[in-house]
């Protein structure tokens, strides 16, 4: 009995050893824990207060992006501005002159320029003009009285009369109506050949006595053997008109008019109705 309650005794104790230990083992881990934590805050309050710091570069960036998006949307306007119309009024502004233009569609555009514009109002109002754009620093103040502020944008820099008379002068100097009372052939843009063979870009309209009239384009020239031919291709038929080379350059040209390997028209006689 005396040896049963020993043993009894020695397990109760050894039982309270092990719990002890146990406890002690949680409580510093515990306090292992939390020193742990403690110990990483100020790296952790560090980290967070170097994100929420300022980048210092970031103002640059954004000032950059701006201008560069400024930049665009003004190219991207200046592209929709009219370069040819009538001037229908001139009005001087505190920060510009302000041109109301006319387009060839009859749509109305009020467009800035430069004030030395305005100041020839006489020479441009009510005509037809051809504007050149630049995009300028302009003021961006509210009113005449400088601020410091500007901005980029298209404004005519420049303007001259489109000349109607020359116009139509040149284009008929560029043009040549030839006629043998049975056929009449106008060629237009003449001129575009540039001395190598099979270039150039002439105009062909071909009439007969009833009024029925082909028009072509494309035409290519070529010079050799003593004669220039021009050349049209219309479908399955070709059009060729030939002239002798002269010193006078005024010799009497041939019309051909061929279909596959088939000669289908030759007409001569023609002489110079109007051009050169």
Not at 37 to 53: D, H, M, V
Not at 82 to 88: A, N
Not at 207 to 235: E, F, H, P, Q, Y
Request: some cysteine; overall charge negative.
């Amino acid at each position: 009995m005396k040896k049963l309650i020993s043993t009894v005794s020695l397990i109760i104790t050894c039982i309270s050893i092990v719990s002890c230990g146990s406890a002690s083992s949680d409580i510093d881990a515990s306090n292992t824990v939390k020193q742990s934590q403690t110990e990483s805050s100020p790296a952790t309050a560090t980290q967070e207060e170097e994100n929420n710091q300022e980048d210092p570069q970031k103002p640059v960036r954004e000032n950059l992006a701006s201008t560069v998006n400024n930049n665009n949307t003004t190219t991207k306007n200046a592209d929709k501005q009219p370069k040819v119309g009538i001037v229908k009024e001139l009005v001087n502004g505190d920060l510009l002159c302000y041109v109301t233009l006319v387009d060839e569609k009859g749509i109305e555009h009020n467009v800035g320029a430069t004030f030395e514009i305005c100041e020839e109002e006489k020479k441009f109002l009510n005509k037809k003009i051809r504007a050149v754009y630049e995009i300028e620093s302009v003021s961006d103040c509210e009113s005449i009285e400088p601020c410091g502020k500007t901005r980029q944008e298209s404004i005519i820099t420049k303007m001259e009369v489109v000349n109607e008379d020359s116009r139509k002068q040149s284009e008929s100097s560029n043009s040549q109506t030839l006629s043998n009372g049975e056929w009449t052939i106008t060629l237009g843009n003449t001129d575009s050949w540039n001395g190598v063979n099979g270039t150039g870009n002439v105009s062909y309209q071909g009439c007969d006595a009833n009024g029925k009239c082909l028009k072509l384009t494309g035409g290519k020239i070529s010079c050799r053997d003593g004669k220039c031919v021009t050349g049209w291709v219309n479908g399955d038929y070709v059009y060729i008109l030939e002239q002798p080379i002269t010193e006078e350059g005024n010799a009497s040209p041939t019309l051909r008019v061929r279909k596959d390997d088939n000669e289908i028209l030759k007409a001569t006689g023609f002489k110079v109705v109007s051009g050169n």
